[in-house]
């Protein structure tokens, strides 16, 4: 008998090679179609990417091999036609290029393509021979030029109400418009008529009118192709529209002037004694200037002062930083190439290096910036025109009057919150569409403290409209009395301004701008403009006649300071903390970029703000004799209020509020795009579900603005 | 990834191209004289890129994939589809009738998907895209178009395909799942975010129980959870 092996356990290579090895874990399938994608450089940096990325493709290959879903799978055609321009962004009216028998060779392919899916479902408005694409999608939701809200309290009690009116700002412009060229007309044939040779500054006049009566008729033609195409508004794509799929020098002059995306909102308060209690606040996007977003207003009128300086220090330091901005512009041409980028990029610079040539008092090149200039400041003045008359008209208990000599002076102040990112982001497109928020910030500080002191004349013209600028650049606004008139049904229910014709009411204008999302810290350009509009809003108390209001608010203002320059805080909670003491010292108006995610998100946070203080102050005032005797039980009413008003913010993002609807009104997206962690008083399970909301905002297609990342 | 890449993508802008069908023996006159006059215009966009693409592979690389019969029934709704297109306002005012035959949608989508098993994603996209134009309301083209996007690593179009799907069909977890690798790979950490909470929130509502889909959700819930 032969004696086994001691030592005879191992297999041998022979039955190795005959084993069958075991199958491969998920995990290695997963690896390895990933690698063999990707190689192993990209997936030795993160294993779980190698997984996910490893699934994803082995997923990918499974369901494409899979038989196409037929039509169980079919959904409703408005629906499919909806998320199909949503996807591809393609405009809804055919365009013809010019001609009536418009043929294959005469339109773009998508064009065609869009007309099929259009044909498949109703057919299509034709549109007239040059007019301005219209988004399809922003047609017919006119449901939403007027949105109300109830606040409906834990007991089924109304708290209170709003009232979200879009204002039409573009049968405005235009009625204001032609008003504006009746007159300039006028002023020209009596300075034609009257001139003798060498008086020249009734020449130089009369320069000045031509020059504005040429911009007027540019506008308005503009302005009058928009409503043509049923466009009335500026909404919150308009500018990044105009530019897209044309000719960017030519386009960008195809903006209108209007404030976008302009609203005025009612809050009504139901106080318990059944008195109600109403205020008006305004909110509209940036004012900024979408025809070349890489530069400012501030910063161009500072560096042009400083250039005109008669301190060589001054014109040595302006001198440095208009080189440095030049030396980050040149830096960009290698991160933005397009044609239309870098036509943008080439024509900053130069407006730039003629800021640089001296001396500036003769040089053309200079003098052609100064142009370049008053062009903007003109662009973004006209853009305020609808929000101050609204104000004056909405707000006019706010003015106030001061003793100037011997006569009183009526003044008229005006607050404007902005929620601007003030960190120098890029979201620079290839069409040219330049959105800076830093430089927005620039544009909207710069103009509103131009119009510190501007004259508001009053007459009986049937629309309101600024007139031509005197030498500094400052520009009289003639006010309709007819723009400022309440409707007859709301005759009693607002303070009517008291206004005659002829008299003369002055601006006062503030500015302040806190970034919510984003760079959420108070430095920089925003802290500069921030520090000196605290202290505006401090020189407006004095018109506060009662002391304790006076000195209630004035402690607010100074504990605002403190977050603002102490504590550098920029959010969602200090911005409405802001707006709440701004709206009891002037008339309010908010907004972002577009003013419909951060600033219909603020918007609300303000209404739920004001209907929950002017509810406290009712009890706190009760003249109830057991309220008075147990100061608890005002206590537990003020806690009731506050559960409702926590409510209230649970709503604020529910797809029938206003919020939304503004955003539905704008893109189509039934969903504010927001950093929802960062709203105050939002439950964390509601935080979670709108974060899942936000997850289907690409139903717009991109059309919004830098996506915000957390 | 920087946001001028991101939208480049949709903002791209190519030179004049003309397509030419010329090489097609099988197409009739009518395709001829239409597509002489194809002359897209500068600033195309990413979109009309990828039709270009998808008509120049069925009219070019047909006879590779496709029987004679399916050819033939391609050509003539492809004819037709050009016919009606050379007159933009007759279009406009005589919708087509009827829509396009089912062996056409089935040709397209055969070629479509040859081209991604052979990785030429670009191609396969191209021709999804054809797809959704002439389906959109069918779900499941859009999320394969998403996918095709995603492989081609042309993520921020994959975003905006798979919400198209995921808006006709709610129920489609692939793609929430897809989007939030996307989101990943374009920097937009809350974005992925919201989207794994949903494709989490389906999976746990389903009855199915993908290994695939719950190795891809724990690889995002770990990426996820490191940028926490």
């Known amino acids: 008998m032969e004696k086994m092996p001691l030592t005879q356990a191992a297999p041998s290579n022979l039955q190795l090679a005959k084993t069958p090895p075991p199958p491969p874990s998920l995990a290695e399938k997963c690896e390895h179609a990933y690698l063999q994608k990707y190689g192993p450089a990209k997936g030795a940096t993160s294993p779980a990417m190698m997984q996910l990325g490893g699934a994803l493709l082995l997923i990918g290959r499974a369901l494409m091999a899979k038989p196409l879903a037929g039509s169980e799978q079919k959904a409703d055609r408005k629906e499919a036609q909806r998320v199909y321009h949503s996807a591809y962004k393609t405009p809804g009216?055919?365009?013809?290029?010019?001609?009536?028998?418009?043929?294959?060779?005469?339109?773009?392919?998508?064009?065609?393509?869009?007309?099929?899916?259009?044909?498949?479902?109703?057919?299509?408005?034709?549109?007239?021979?040059?007019?301005?694409?219209?988004?399809?999608?922003?047609?017919?939701?006119?449901?939403?030029?007027?949105?109300?809200?109830?606040?409906?309290?834990?007991?089924?009690?109304?708290?209170?109400?709003?009232?979200?009116?879009?204002?039409?700002?573009?049968?405005?412009?235009?009625?204001?418009?032609?008003?504006?060229?009746?007159?300039?007309?006028?002023?020209?044939?009596?300075?034609?008529?009257?001139?003798?040779?060498?008086?020249?500054?009734?020449?130089?006049?009369?320069?000045?009118?031509?020059?504005?009566?040429?911009?007027?008729?540019?506008?308005?033609?503009?302005?009058?192709k928009a409503l043509k195409a049923d466009r009335d508004h500026n909404s919150s794509n308009t500018s990044r529209d105009v530019l897209e799929k044309n000719n960017f020098a030519e386009a960008r002059n195809n903006n209108v002037?209007?404030?976008?995306?302009?609203?005025?909102?009612?809050?009504?308060?139901?106080?318990?004694?059944?008195?109600?209690?109403?205020?008006?606040?305004?909110?509209?996007?940036?004012?900024?200037?979408?025809?070349?977003?890489?530069?400012?207003?501030?910063?161009?009128?500072?560096?042009?002062?400083?250039?005109?300086?008669?301190?060589?220090?001054?014109?040595?330091?302006?001198?440095?930083?208009?080189?440095?901005?030049?030396?980050?512009?040149?830096?960009?041409?290698?991160?933005?190439?397009?044609?239309?980028?870098?036509?943008?990029?080439?024509?900053?610079?130069?407006h730039l290096q003629g800021l640089l040539s001296r001396p500036p008092s003769i040089s053309e090149a200079f003098r052609n910036v100064e142009n370049v200039i008053a062009d903007r400041r003109r662009f973004l003045r006209e853009q305020l025109l609808e929000p101050i008359v609204c104000q004056m008209k909405d707000n006019a208990a706010k003015m106030y009057e001061v003793q100037n000599g011997d006569s009183k002076e009526k003044v008229f102040p005006m607050f404007h919150l902005g929620l601007l990112t003030g960190t120098e982001n890029s979201d620079f497109q290839a069409s040219g569409w330049a959105h800076m928020e830093h430089n927005q910030i620039g544009d909207m500080a710069q103009i509103f403290n131009e119009l510190q002191g501007c004259k508001i004349v009053v007459t009986d013209k049937e629309h309101s409209y600024f007139g031509v600028e005197d030498n500094d650049g400052n520009a009289i606004l003639y006010l309709s009395k007819d723009d400022i008139a309440q409707p007859a049904a709301a005759v009693g229910e607002v303070p009517v301004p008291n206004l005659q014709v002829g008299e003369t009411v002055t601006l006062s204008t503030c500015f302040m701008n806190v970034s919510v999302q984003g760079h959420n810290v108070n430095d920089g350009m925003q802290a500069e403009i921030n520090k000196k509009a605290i202290e505006?809003?401090?020189?407006?108390?004095?018109?506060?006649?009662?002391?304790?209001e006076r000195t209630e608010v004035r402690n607010t203002l100074a504990s605002l300071r403190t977050r603002l320059e102490d504590k550098k805080e920029s959010s969602f909670g200090l911005a409405t903390d802001i707006a709440m003491v701004a709206r009891q010292l002037g008339a309010l108006s908010e907004g972002c970029l577009s003013c419909k995610d951060r600033g219909g998100t603020i918007a609300e946070m303000i209404a739920i703000k004001i209907i929950e203080t002017n509810l406290k102050n009712e009890a706190a005032k009760s003249k109830d004799p057991?309220?008075?005797?147990?100061?608890?039980?005002?206590?537990?009413?003020?806690?009731?209020?506050?559960?409702?008003?926590?409510?209230?913010?649970?709503?604020?993002?529910?797809?029938?509020?206003?919020?939304?609807?503004?955003?539905?009104?704008?893109?189509?997206?039934?969903?504010a795009k927001v950093d929802y962690r960062q709203v105050p008083g939002l439950d964390k399970i509601n935080v979670a579900r709108n974060s899942i909301g936000l997850g289907v905002k690409f139903v717009s297609g991109g059309l919004d603005v830098v996506p915000e990342k957390s | 990834m920087d946001k001028g890449y991101i939208y480049s993508l949709t903002h791209t802008e190519t030179n004049t191209k003309q397509i030419s069908f010329q090489q097609n023996t099988e197409t009739s006159t009518h395709i001829h004289s239409a597509t002489n006059y194809v002359n897209i215009e500068s600033q195309t966009t990413e979109f009309k890129k990828h039709l270009t693409i998808a008509f120049e592979i069925l009219l070019k690389e047909e006879k590779s994939y496709l029987e004679k019969s399916a050819i033939e029934s391609l050509n003539n709704d492809l004819k037709r589809y050009l016919t009606h297109l050379e007159n933009i306002i007759y279009l406009i005012q005589h919708p087509i009738n009827g829509n396009i035959q089912k062996s056409t949608l089935d040709s397209i989508e055969t070629i479509a998907k040859i081209k991604f098993e052979s990785e030429q994603y670009a191609d396969s996209l191209a021709l999804y895209i054809l797809l959704?134009?002439?389906?959109?309301?069918?779900?499941?083209?859009?999320?394969?178009?998403?996918?095709?996007?995603?492989e081609n690593e042309s993520y921020e179009l994959a975003t905006r395909l798979f919400t198209a799907a995921s808006t006709l069909d709610q129920s489609l977890?692939?793609?929430?799942?897809?989007?939030?690798?996307?989101?990943?790979?374009?920097?937009?950490?809350?974005?992925?975010?919201?989207?794994?909470?949903?494709?989490?929130?389906?999976?746990?509502?389903?009855?199915?129980?993908?290994?695939?889909?719950?190795?891809?959700?724990?690889?995002?819930?770990?990426?996820?959870?490191?940028?926490?």
Not at chain 1, 298 to 314: G, N, T, Y
Not at chain 2, 209 to 218: F, H, K, M, S, V
């Open chain 1, 93 to 224: 009216s055919i365009n013809p290029d010019g001609s009536k028998t418009s043929f294959f060779s005469k339109t773009t392919l998508m064009n065609m393509i869009t007309s099929i899916t259009q044909s498949l479902t109703v057919a299509p408005k034709i549109a007239d021979v040059g007019e301005t694409p219209v988004e399809p999608s922003l047609k017919g939701r006119n449901s939403h030029q007027t949105i109300k809200q109830d606040f409906v309290g834990r007991n089924g009690v109304k708290r209170g109400s709003e009232e979200l009116h879009r204002v039409d700002v573009l049968n405005r412009r235009q009625l204001s418009l032609t008003e504006k060229l009746k007159d300039l007309h006028q002023k020209q044939e009596n300075l034609k008529a009257e001139i003798q040779p060498g008086e020249t500054k009734k020449l130089t006049n009369l320069k000045a009118i031509e020059k504005e009566i040429h911009a007027c008729e540019h506008d308005l033609k503009n302005c009058e």
């Open chain 1, 257 to 350: 002037p209007g404030a976008v995306n302009f609203r005025s909102q009612t809050v009504t308060t139901s106080l318990v004694s059944g008195e109600i209690k109403t205020e008006t606040f305004q909110r509209f996007g940036a004012i900024w200037d979408p025809r070349n977003g890489l530069l400012n207003l501030k910063e161009l009128s500072e560096f042009a002062s400083a250039q005109k300086s008669s301190d060589p220090m001054e014109v040595f330091e302006a001198k440095g930083k208009i080189q440095s901005r030049i030396a980050e512009l040149n830096d960009m041409k290698k991160k933005f190439t397009s044609k239309d980028q870098l036509v943008l990029i080439d024509e900053s610079i130069s």
């Open chain 1, 536 to 548: 505006q809003l401090f020189s407006w108390t004095v018109n506060i006649t009662d002391d304790a």
């Open chain 1, 626 to 671: 057991d309220l008075k005797k147990d100061p608890s039980l005002v206590e537990k009413e003020h806690q009731d209020i506050a559960k409702d008003s926590h409510k209230f913010t649970q709503e604020i993002f529910d797809e029938n509020g206003a919020c939304v609807k503004v955003v539905i009104d704008c893109t189509g997206v039934k969903c």
């Open chain 2, 132 to 150: 959704t134009t002439l389906i959109p309301e069918n779900a499941d083209i859009w999320c394969r178009a998403g996918i095709a996007a995603h």
């Open chain 2, 173 to 228: 977890i692939y793609p929430w799942v897809y989007s939030a690798h996307s989101y990943l790979q374009l920097d937009l950490l809350f974005d992925a975010e919201a989207c794994y909470a949903k494709a989490t929130e389906i999976s746990l509502e389903s009855s199915e129980n993908d290994p695939l889909i719950d190795n891809a959700l724990r690889g995002l819930q770990s990426i996820l959870q490191k940028h926490a």
